[in-house]
Protein backbone atom coordinates (compact mmCIF):
# COMPACT_ATOMS: atom_id res chain seq x y z
CA UNK A 1 0.00 0.00 0.00
CA UNK A 2 1.22 3.83 -1.15
CA UNK A 3 1.47 6.10 1.47
CA UNK A 4 -0.66 9.64 0.17
CA UNK A 5 0.76 12.92 1.42
CA UNK A 6 -1.89 14.50 3.11
CA UNK A 7 -3.16 17.81 1.21
CA UNK A 8 -2.95 21.22 3.16
CA UNK A 9 -6.49 22.77 3.71
CA UNK A 10 -6.38 25.86 2.27
CA UNK A 11 -6.15 28.94 4.36
CA UNK A 12 -4.25 27.15 7.22
CA UNK A 13 -0.77 27.58 8.20
CA UNK A 14 1.21 25.13 6.90
CA UNK A 15 4.59 23.96 8.54
CA UNK A 16 7.85 24.40 5.89
CA UNK A 17 11.30 22.93 6.61
CA UNK A 18 13.41 26.38 7.12
CA UNK A 19 16.24 25.17 8.62
CA UNK A 20 19.60 26.67 8.01
CA UNK A 21 17.50 30.01 7.19
CA UNK A 22 18.98 32.10 9.80
CA UNK A 23 22.48 31.07 9.23
CA UNK A 24 22.56 32.18 5.86
CA UNK A 25 21.21 35.67 6.90
CA UNK A 26 23.84 36.25 8.85
CA UNK A 27 26.70 35.43 6.79
CA UNK A 28 24.57 37.53 4.18
CA UNK A 29 24.59 40.43 6.65
CA UNK A 30 28.34 40.57 8.22
CA UNK A 31 29.50 39.92 4.17
CA UNK A 32 27.29 43.25 3.67
CA UNK A 33 28.75 45.35 6.93
CA UNK A 34 32.24 43.99 5.99
CA UNK A 35 32.37 45.54 2.96
CA UNK A 36 30.93 49.04 4.14
CA UNK A 37 33.25 48.71 6.70
CA UNK A 38 36.04 48.14 3.67
CA UNK A 39 34.44 50.90 1.72
CA UNK A 40 34.57 53.41 4.69
CA UNK A 41 37.85 52.79 5.77
CA UNK A 42 39.58 52.36 2.73
CA UNK A 43 38.13 55.20 1.13
CA UNK A 44 39.00 57.40 3.79
CA UNK A 45 42.41 56.62 3.45
CA UNK A 46 42.51 56.59 -0.19
CA UNK A 47 41.64 60.12 -0.14
CA UNK A 48 44.46 60.89 2.35
CA UNK A 49 46.37 59.31 -0.13
CA UNK A 50 45.15 61.47 -2.91
CA UNK A 51 45.68 64.49 -0.63
CA UNK A 52 49.76 63.70 0.02
CA UNK A 53 49.95 62.90 -3.59
CA UNK A 54 48.77 66.53 -4.57
CA UNK A 55 50.88 67.93 -1.34
CA UNK A 56 53.97 66.12 -2.74
CA UNK A 57 53.19 67.41 -6.54
CA UNK A 58 52.67 70.96 -5.60
CA UNK A 59 55.71 71.07 -3.41
CA UNK A 60 57.65 70.00 -5.73
CA UNK A 61 56.79 72.49 -8.32
CA UNK A 62 57.55 75.10 -5.52
CA UNK A 63 61.05 73.61 -5.48
CA UNK A 64 61.31 73.87 -9.15
CA UNK A 65 60.37 77.10 -9.09
CA UNK A 66 62.45 78.57 -6.81
CA UNK A 67 65.43 76.79 -8.45
CA UNK A 68 64.20 79.53 -11.53
CA UNK A 69 64.10 82.45 -8.79
CA UNK A 70 67.79 83.03 -8.23
CA UNK A 71 67.60 85.20 -11.52
CA UNK A 72 64.53 86.97 -10.58
CA UNK A 73 65.56 88.41 -7.18
CA UNK A 74 66.40 91.93 -8.45
CA UNK A 75 63.47 92.36 -11.07
CA UNK A 76 62.88 92.44 -14.65
CA UNK A 77 61.95 89.59 -16.38
CA UNK A 78 62.11 85.91 -15.52
CA UNK A 79 65.16 83.99 -16.55
CA UNK A 80 63.77 80.18 -16.87
CA UNK A 81 66.49 77.45 -16.90
CA UNK A 82 64.11 74.29 -17.28
CA UNK A 83 66.96 71.45 -16.21
CA UNK A 84 67.30 73.72 -12.90
CA UNK A 85 63.86 73.34 -12.09
CA UNK A 86 63.69 70.02 -13.25
CA UNK A 87 66.14 68.49 -11.16
CA UNK A 88 65.02 70.47 -8.10
CA UNK A 89 61.74 68.98 -8.72
CA UNK A 90 62.94 65.48 -9.16
CA UNK A 91 65.63 65.75 -5.85
CA UNK A 92 62.25 66.75 -4.23
CA UNK A 93 60.37 63.68 -5.77
CA UNK A 94 63.19 61.63 -4.92
CA UNK A 95 63.44 62.55 -0.75
CA UNK A 96 59.37 61.68 -0.39
CA UNK A 97 60.35 58.52 -2.17
CA UNK A 98 57.19 58.85 -5.37
CA UNK A 99 58.03 58.96 -8.93
CA UNK A 100 56.56 61.99 -10.70
CA UNK A 101 56.97 63.58 -14.27
CA UNK A 102 58.14 67.52 -14.31
CA UNK A 103 57.09 69.58 -17.12
CA UNK A 104 58.40 73.00 -17.24
CA UNK A 105 56.88 75.66 -19.40
CA UNK A 106 58.03 79.58 -19.41
CA UNK A 107 58.33 80.20 -15.90
CA UNK A 108 55.17 78.04 -14.99
CA UNK A 109 56.76 74.09 -13.30
CA UNK A 110 54.28 71.25 -13.56
CA UNK A 111 54.77 68.30 -11.63
CA UNK A 112 52.29 65.07 -11.56
CA UNK A 113 52.62 62.60 -8.82
CA UNK A 114 51.44 59.03 -9.07
CA UNK A 115 51.89 56.38 -6.66
CA UNK A 116 49.62 52.88 -5.26
CA UNK A 117 47.81 52.50 -2.26
CA UNK A 118 47.65 49.50 -1.15
CA UNK A 119 44.12 48.71 0.14
CA UNK A 120 43.80 46.78 3.75
CA UNK A 121 39.93 45.60 4.09
CA UNK A 122 39.15 45.71 0.58
CA UNK A 123 41.88 43.58 -0.09
CA UNK A 124 39.85 40.52 1.02
CA UNK A 125 37.20 41.57 -1.90
CA UNK A 126 40.01 41.69 -4.54
CA UNK A 127 40.54 45.19 -4.99
CA UNK A 128 43.98 45.10 -3.79
CA UNK A 129 46.13 48.64 -5.20
CA UNK A 130 44.45 52.10 -6.29
CA UNK A 131 46.30 54.38 -8.07
CA UNK A 132 46.04 58.40 -6.58
CA UNK A 133 47.36 60.90 -8.38
CA UNK A 134 48.62 64.10 -8.08
CA UNK A 135 49.28 67.27 -9.77
CA UNK A 136 50.62 70.59 -8.66
CA UNK A 137 51.77 73.84 -10.48
CA UNK A 138 54.34 76.60 -9.67
CA UNK A 139 55.47 79.64 -11.45
CA UNK A 140 58.35 81.83 -10.68
CA UNK A 141 57.69 85.00 -9.19
CA UNK A 142 60.17 87.93 -9.49
CA UNK A 143 61.23 89.21 -5.99
CA UNK A 144 60.53 92.29 -4.24
CA UNK A 145 62.72 95.57 -5.50
CA UNK A 146 61.13 98.43 -3.45
CA UNK A 147 58.17 98.51 -0.55
CA UNK A 148 54.89 98.72 -1.22
CA UNK A 149 53.03 102.23 -0.32
Same mark, same amino acid.
Given at each position: MSAVAPQPVPGEWTRRDEGG????????????????A???YDG???????????????AAARAGAQAMR??? $? !???? =??ADPSAATAAA?????A???????TVSGDFVEVSVSFPYRT??????????????????? $? !???? =?TQAEP
Open positions: FVAATVVALVMSLFLLGLVGLTLAAHSEAFNEASSST $R !AGGA =VEQRYLAVGHPGTVVILGAAGLNDITVTGTGRA $R !AERG =V
